[in-house]
Every structure is written in C-alpha cells, then in structure tokens.
C-alpha cells in the first residue's frame, strides 16, 4: 500500500525556521496537503494543493514541491505552532493517505 | 461561519451498534463531499471513504467496508457515520471533514470518540 514518509520529530528554537518533509511516489501526480494538530483537538487545514495556504493561516506557512517531496516551512516559529503535523495526499487509485506525522517541538 | 458539528462521545459495548452524526451550516451542504477519518490514540488519521452528498453514493476505503456506512440526510445537512458489530479496536476519534477538488478537506468537525469496552 502506498506511504507518506515523515521524520518522526522535529525541533526548533522560537523565531527560528522549522522544515517539515514528507516523501511519497505518487507526490509529483498528486497534490500535498499539511494539516496541524495540536492535543485534543481536530486537525486544521495549513497547506493545500502543495503550496497553498488557506484563509485565517498566518503567512509563516508555506508548502513548496521537489519531486517526491513536499515541504512544509515554518518560518519565525512562534510557541503556539507547537502541535504534530501531518501530510496528506492520494495514490493513483485515489485512496487518501496520511503521513505518519510530525511532532514540531519549539524549544 | 462554516462548521461542523458532530454527536457527543460515544460508551458502546462490544457487538453492539453505533451512529455518530455530523451537521454542517454555512455553506451548500451538497456542493461539498463529506470523507470520513478515524485515529486512534496517538496515531494518524486513517481516511475511511467518502460520500458524494449530491447523490448519495458512498465510497469505502479498504478495511471499512461492511461494518461501516455511510448516509445523509440533506434536508438537515447531516452526514452519518454508522458502525455496526463494534469491536475494541474501533475504539478511536472519528471526524468528518467536508471536500473540494478546489480546496481539499478545508473544514473538519470537532471529532467524535467512540469507546468501546466491556
């Protein structure tokens, strides 16, 4: 079955920029979405369509695409961005995947 | 503003039923699918399918099929989740999350958890 790869954690100082990959075959056919979650809470939109980000997201997100690949930056983190991120996107069979997910620490 | 509303927790007992509900407003309930995820404790989501809220037709994903369904009822733009023959490992978070080929699954409702436990 088809797989988003993403490292398991990622850590960063406040202010700093945090970069949050996710690999998959399928990526250069088929759009990536990141959503944020943070405890007890549902996920929320971030980026869709690779590089798109949705009303009401602060301008430090922004997605970007390198082959199989897609990149999810945060630039200046702030505490508040704290929470695990996942990637999402379809296989060829348009079966909707997720990634294994994020955990983003700011320090 | 557009959301998403789902049905309270849930406490069922192995081999029993269950039907979590999710009620949008603020927007045409029909112009939008409606996929369905379920996570369970600190786990990825896991998509389940989806259902085309304009002619109702579901559509499972592997592992969701037969015990689950899918159903609407647009005259109150409500999508449902049921599960039938509950089983521990069901135990999980359950979401819907309406879709468009514009914008993806922009909107998602606040989860619903089903426990199951003898």
């Known amino acids: 079955s088809y797989e988003l790869t993403q490292p398991p954690s990622v850590s960063v100082s406040p202010g700093q920029t945090a970069r949050i990959t996710c690999s998959g075959d399928?990526?250069?056919?088929?759009?990536g979405y990141w959503y944020q979650q943070k405890p007890g809470q549902a996920p929320v939109m971030v980026i869709y369509?690779?590089?798109k980000r949705p009303s009401g997201i602060p301008e430090r997100f922004s997605g970007s695409i390198s082959g199989t690949t897609v990149t999810l930056t945060l630039s200046g983190v702030q505490a508040e961005d704290e929470a695990d991120y996942y990637c999402?996107?379809?296989?060829?069979?348009?079966?909707?995947?997720f990634g294994g997910g994020t955990k983003l620490t700011v320090l | 503003q557009v959301q998403l509303v789902q049905s309270g927790s849930e406490l069922k007992k192995p081999g029993a039923s269950v039907k979590v509900s999710c009620k949008a407003s603020g927007y045409t309930f029909t112009n939008y699918a409606m996929n369905w995820m379920r996570q369970a404790p600190g786990q990825r989501p896991d998509w389940m399918g989806w259902i085309a809220t304009n002619t109702g037709n579901p559509t499972y994903a592997q592992g969701f099929t037969g015990r689950f369904v899918f159903s609407l009822d647009t005259s109150v733009s409500t999508a449902y989740l049921q599960i039938s023959s509950l089983k521990a490992e069901d135990s999980a978070v359950y979401y819907c999350?309406?879709?468009?080929?514009?914008?993806?699954?922009?909107?998602w409702g606040q989860g619903t958890t089903v426990t199951v436990s003898s």
């Open positions: 399928a990526l250069p056919k088929q759009y």
């Open positions: 999350a309406r879709y468009s080929e514009s914008h993806g699954m922009d909107v």
């Open positions: 369509k690779d590089n």
């Open positions: 999402q996107s379809a296989d060829n069979n348009d079966t909707w995947v």
